[in-house]
């Protein structure tokens, strides 16, 4: 069995169909399909399983990206996905279910090259991009500008 055939043998069973179905679609046999079920957790009358999934879902006890128990830690925050993998996966499956604050969007200009850039919950970043701030920071002398001053070194020179 593949990773693709074993991914859509669980997307199957969520959805609520049983075994032998899910055997003749993806042209396997009716045991090695029950026996992976098994092995996940998804043994059972298929529409039981769906239900039973989704509710553990919701109370967090299963992965949101692979469906596999979540050990949770005795303190802290309660987990959502089983691994970094997993979160990452599911997060760039889904951008529209993060819950960004409009407050926390900033629209700034780059104090390089001047251009207007949108940046999410840092007031104070001042480049659009890395290459940016390289170039402000070390290529001064390159440019014909004058040399870099650290915030403290411009107190120092002020008062001097």
């Not at 128990?69 to 309660?78: A, C, L, N, S």
């Not at 599911?90 to 993060?98: I, K």
């Not at 850039?117 to 659009?128: L, P």
Request: hydrophobic residues 25%.
């Amino acid at each position: 069995m593949t990773e693709t055939q074993a991914e859509q043998i669980r997307e199957f069973r969520l959805k609520g169909i049983g075994y032998k179905a899910i055997a003749s679609i993806l042209d396997l046999s009716r045991d090695v399909v029950r026996n992976y079920c098994k092995d996940q957790g998804l043994e059972g009358y298929g529409p039981v399983v769906a239900v039973n999934k989704q509710e553990q879902m919701q109370q967090g006890s299963l992965c949101r990206c692979c469906s596999q128990t979540i050990r949770q830690p005795g303190m802290g925050r309660k987990r959502i996905f089983c691994s970094d993998q997993c979160r990452r996966q599911w997060w760039a499956a889904h951008p529209e279910d993060s819950r960004k604050k409009e407050t926390a969007i900033y629209k700034k200009t780059c104090v390089y090259c001047g251009r207007q850039f949108t940046v999410y919950a840092s007031k104070n970043r001042k480049y659009c991009s890395h290459e940016c701030y390289v170039h402000d920071r070390f290529w001064r002398e390159e440019e014909g500008r004058e040399p870099y001053l650290s915030p403290a070194r411009r107190e120092e020179a002020k008062h001097e």
